[in-house]
DNA sequence: CCTTTTGTAAACACAC
DNA sequence: GGTGTGTTTACAAAAG
């Protein structure tokens, strides 16, 4: 069992790079956002960005190509040279694409193919627009390779006149063949960059946005060989007679499969679902200015960043009188930088760890629904959002644990979901899962949950959520110990508290009780107190506030946020503001803060912040040894033994519904059998 | 590079 | 002998 997360552990963060066989990594990784869009809308890029995309993988095809021609002429050198391989040249002949680029390209539609798509009417015009540039996008790869086609030609040629006129020297030859692909290879490249910058700068301007639950424009499985010329022909036809249709039908296409998406057909399907917002600036690399100022304007009324007079970005909500005004403010406030960094990152993980859940959740609705002998070949890619209304209550009620306010997504249930990357080295998403051993120091990696989607639902998240909670064994110990009663409790009852609390903790038992046992015995703070029934486990505050010469690791800026935000904000708030600040979170702000539901996982999250802050607080007066940072920050409402979570939460004061759940009253002791069949 | 903190794994002892 | 509890050691990762 133990060996089993062990390598559960290893293996996802491995699966994570080994998307596909071999290849061009820039093909893989680009490509793969572009999938991922497809399969999880959990990224919304406008339609232009995608086209750019598009294009860059295109070319990034043609550098593939150049790569695989450059083999193959290696290989013929070395035949002529008389190192023959003719196996590998019969299993490589001259055109074929490799197996791992064929795999991830983005390939020519069939006219049957367009044909549904048309049928479906489920692209506007601006969709079928961006399909269709990407076909000629497919038709450049064509020409490439055409182009390459006939230079291999033109060296055997070559090397067979060689070997004719016997000891002519190739080089020259070779040389310029060489050349001539280095150049190409040059202009790929600056077109590459070109390209990346632009995406760069629609990054700062806050127009690639990422955002949950709306779907882009997944072009890459309408895949395979449809001629080009048929395509525009077919285009001309579409845009002739269906544009008005389509577009009246295009939200309806997609509610429709919301609430029918249970056919095996599912996948396509759902995988034309288009993304409004995506298409009204659905333009190209075709860039006019005409086109840019009325993509502005349309963005004005879907962009996703703004509505109802405020600026949506998370814990923003700037009121911005009117669109330009919300630009401007866009670039001021949110240009590229660490912060708007971390909020981007913790928003891709959220949605991530969303799709994750969902995709658990909907594998056990798969299950109970085959188990209960109800046909249905359940969307194993994705429904929409909406059409989960419908089925939420089933698996609200059967699935042990299904996050109920969480906003659904789709995703694949099967292979773990790729870090969605975006744009050029902007933002990355590292290990993304809530997989691996904890580093609390670990800025990036366990601040999925307590994000913009909702943090008041902290609680019920960690309860629902399979996510790691971002805080340490101690402190969740403690929590426990704390939350009790006598503030004591058996090692059983601390089990028990932690399965109830958190959904994490509900696998891999072995692994965490474990781990619980090495904290209590290790840690001084925790105390064994033997007892008339056996032994319990107590608190020694002293030693656990010794413990803790923890610096917050991440931005300054944020830091700075933190420490001058408290005036608006009760002790709890700063708290969870610091905790996420040491998750490197980004700072959400008076909306989302003071929910009384906040649980008392607040006061982890402040005690695992007690003392991160010392070191940051070093410019206040209030900061001496001793004191944690949250004492410092508000002197007059956390007391020296802030222990009691239902007295020192300030104005807030905190529901305890930890020993209320309905899903977990009993102290049922999890053990490692849903281990194994969440094992993904 | 060293140290500290934390998480994980594992071996071992002991009691029931 | 199996299981739960508790201790200890070793190691790796991350960060200072």
Known sequence: ???????????????????????????????????????????????????????????????????????????????VSGLKSPKRNEKQPALQVPVSVAMMTPQVITPQQMQQILQQQVLTPQQLQVLLQQQQALMLQQQLQEFYKKQQEQLQLQLLQQQHAGKQPKEPQQQQVATQQLAFQQQLLQMQQLQQQHLLSLQRQGLLTIQPGQPTLPLQPLAQGMIPTELQQLWKEVTGSHTAEEAASNNHSSLDLSTTCVSSSAPSKTSLIINPHASTNGQLSVHTPKRESLSHEEHSHSHPLYGHGVCKWPGCEAVCEDFQSFLKHLNSEHALDDRSTAQCRVQMQVVQQLELQLAKDKERLQAMMTHLHVKSTEPKAAPQPLNLVSSVTLSKTASEASPQSLPHTPTTPTAPITPVTQGPSVITTTSMHNVGPIRRRYSDKYNVPISSADIAQNQ????????????????LIRQAILESPEKQLTLNEIYNWFTRMFAYFRRNAATWKNAVRHNLSLHKCFVRVENVKGAVWTVDELEFQKRRPQKISGNPSLIKNIQTSHTYCTPLNAALQASMAENSIPLYTTASMGNPT??????????????????????????????????????????????DPDENEGPLSLVTTANHSPDFDHDRDYEDEPVNEDIE
């Open 1 to 79: 069992m133990m060996q089993e997360s062990g390598t559960e552990t290893k293996s996802n963060g491995s699966a994570i790079q080994n998307g596909a066989s071999g290849g061009n990594h820039l093909l893989e990784c680009s490509l793969r956002e572009v999938r991922s869009n497809g399969e999880t809308p959990s990224v919304e890029i406008g339609a232009a960005d995608l086209a750019h995309l598009q294009q860059q993988q295109a070319l990034q095809v043609a550098r593939q190509l150049l790569l695989q021609q450059q083999q193959q002429q290696q290989q013929q050198q070395q035949q």
């Open 460 to 475: 019920e998240f960690y309860k629902n959520a399979e996510v790691r909670p971002p805080f340490t064994y101690a402190s």
């Open 598 to 643: 906040l649980g008392n996982l607040a006061t982890v999250m402040r005690e695992e912040l007690n003392g991160a802050m010392e070191h940051t607080n070093s410019n206040g007066s209030d900061s001496s040894p001793g004191r944690s940072p949250m004492q410092a920050m508000h002197p007059v409402h956390v007391k020296e033994e802030p222990l």
